[in-house]
């Protein structure tokens, strides 16, 4: 038997990892100019789909808001 009484071989299939990000993340990848800024990287990650991002009406409200002014 594998780790914790599997047979060997059987892995499970993982969910996929999700996240919630600030309404300042979205901004500060907005407005940076540096390619290589964390916050571009995030959004870049998740375009190659290694987490599945989550959003909320609040949160994009918030986003609208800061980017109107």
């Known amino acids: 038997m594998g780790t914790k ?3 060997p071989g059987r892995e499970e ?3 996929p990892l999700r996240a919630v990000l ?3 993340v ?3 990848a907005y407005l940076s ?3 290589r800024s964390p916050n571009k990287e995030l959004f870049q990650r998740w375009r190659d789909t290694q987490f ?3 959003v909320s ?3 994009l409200k918030e ?3 800061k980017l109107a002014s």
């Open 22 to 24: 600030d309404a300042n």
């Open 52 to 54: 599945v991002l989550l």
């Open 33 to 35: 100019r540096n390619p």
């Open 5 to 7: 009484g599997k047979p």
């Open 57 to 59: 009406e609040a949160i």
């Open 63 to 65: 986003v609208v808001e």
């Open 13 to 15: 299939a993982r969910a």
């Open 26 to 28: 979205y901004v500060a």
